[in-house]
């Protein structure tokens, strides 16, 4: 484990390989272990930071108002790194765009995995999914929040339990128990929303970007991809990655990593 002092806070993470820089930001309900399949992969070519996002896996939580955009260039400034592409899935791909669009001389591009976006609202359809597929929920429990979660995102709507490697699933469980946990303390703390958010700004984007989904994620995933697409200027849209959800990573490696690889080496 290495730490990193970053704006008034010590963050996890690890610095392998070299080459050009890639930075990884990990989803809401994981933490930068997601991405042990693509770590090895990238760093035969590229110097990869995998980071652990303030107040999840190895990071400490923070003292005092932060914006989890601002870490990320701390984290590029305390490495020396003048230019990084970013991969982020779910919650970091969100992290990934808001860094781009507020340090877009910093952000070489953008590789975007079932990304959420700043600023948007889930549709009813999601709503509806959520109430149907895990109901009410205990939000100080974090067992059974985190098995509602995983059911959820993880196995995805259109899927069973039974479908998906339940060490996956006991994995995924694992991680988010310490996401939640991770998300009530940082609720206590002011979080620096980009503002305007990014979901109005999409256009801005002006680096290459990719942008795909797991095919059996939500469909609000699917059509936020979409989104991404057409409104920035470069961006490409890879065909979902087929039996996959939201954490395509983990779930299939093989076609992820082909994609980041490729992708990141027509962009250096």
């Known amino acids: 484990m290495a730490l990193i002092e970053v704006n008034g806070t010590r ?25 042990w399949e ?6 035969t070519r590229h110097r990869v930071v995998n980071l652990d996002l303030r107040g999840y896996g190895e990071s400490e939580l923070p003292p005092a108002s932060f914006a989890h955009h601002e870490d990320v260039v701390g984290v590029l400034d305390a490495l020396g790194i003048e230019r990084a592409a970013l991969v ?10 808001d860094t781009a669009l507020a340090h877009p001389d910093r952000i070489a591009a953008l590789a975007l995995l079932g990304t959420a976006v700043t600023g948007h609202e889930w549709s009813d359809q999601t709503n509806d999914l959520w109430e149907s597929l895990v109901g009410e929920v205990d939000p ?13 995102w993880v196995v995805g709507p259109y899927r069973r339990p039974e479908d998906v490697d339940p060490a ?5 469980r694992e991680m988010d128990e310490r ?5 009530l303390a940082l609720s206590a703390v002011e979080a620096i929303d980009l503002d305007p958010p990014a979901v109005a700004r999409l256009a801005e984007l002006r680096m290459p970007v990719l942008v795909t989904a797991g095919a059996a994620d939500l469909p609000d995933i699917g059509r936020l991809a ?6 920035a200027p470069d961006a490409v849209r890879v065909p979902d ?11 299939r490696p093989a076609p992820v990593n082909a994609a980041l690889l490729d992708f990141l080496t027509r962009t250096r």
């Not at 100080?140 to 959820?152: I, L, N, P, Y």
């Not at 990655?241 to 779930?251: I, S």
Request: net charge negative; charged share 15%.
């Open 11 to 35: 963050l996890g993470y690890d610095d392998t390989g070299s080459g050009t820089p890639v930075v990884l930001l990990h989803a809401g309900i994981a933490d930068r272990r997601m991405w």
């Open 38 to 43: 693509q770590v090895p992969a990238l760093a």
């Open 88 to 97: 982020g899935c779910s919650f970091g791909g969100a992290v990934a765009i």
């Open 140 to 152: 100080e429990d974090f067992a059974a929040s985190a098995a509602g979660e995983v059911r959820f």
């Open 168 to 172: 996956l699933l006991a994995f995924a």
């Open 179 to 183: 996401a939640l946990a991770a998300e």
């Open 226 to 231: 979409d989104l991404i697409a057409a409104t």
């Open 241 to 251: 990655v087929p039996d996959a959800a939201h954490l395509l990573p983990l779930e």
